[in-house]
């Protein structure tokens, strides 16, 4: 596959992580019955926050979350989305869910790669990979006046992360990266978020040490 091909296909997994983020931030900007405004700026924040801190990171200026209008305009129409049929989106609640997952896996996979291209090391790629997966979620949670999730909730996010973006800059330095081996590092990101939801696994707290273990926590997705 030539890199033109590669390019593309990579573009396309942003915009789509960036929409189904945009989702998220939106429907967390209508739980918090926040005018259309406040609704737009959600949506912007949650699919390109990790995109800005990313390309802040590599020195790739002005960011594409605020430069591109292709991402820009992504975020925002979905944003309208939810403001318009936001009780529709509701009901939908366990699609939301997989789509945030797909999201995260989206955002890690592209962020290591483009941390990569820029010309950072591993564990700087990696570093910029996560940023770019939990930075838009951070700052969503920030802006409502909330604990970020990632920090307080227990469940597996930043690790499934971790995890693939260490796997794609494994992949990259071994000379295996390419658009089936990035599916199916979306595939293990998204799989282990969803998995870890639908079976209550959780990460040990620190008043409750190990004791937590990885499985006691049974529940419904997102709960």
Known sequence: MDWFTHLHFNTVLELAGVFFAALAGGLAGVRKNFDVFGVLVLAWATGLGGGVIRDVLIGATPPVGIANWRFVTTALAAGIMIFFFHPSVERMRRTVIVLDAWALAFFVLLGTTKGLLAGAGPLAA?????????????????????????????????IPAFLGAGITAAL????????????????????????????????????????????????????
């Open 172 to 223: 990259w330095w071994a000379g295996w990266l390419n658009v089936w081996t990035q599916i199916g590092v979306v595939l293990l990101v998204s799989g282990i978020r969803l998995v870890s939801l639908r079976l209550g696994w959780v990460v040990p707290s620190a008043g409750r040490g190990w004791s937590g273990r990885w499985g006691a926590r049974r529940g419904r997705m997102g709960a």
């Open 126 to 158: 990696i570093v910029v990979g996560v940023l770019t997966g939990i930075g838009g979620g951070i700052l969503r949670d920030v802006l409502v006046g909330e604990v970020p999730l990632v920090l307080a909730d227990r469940q597996l996010y930043a």
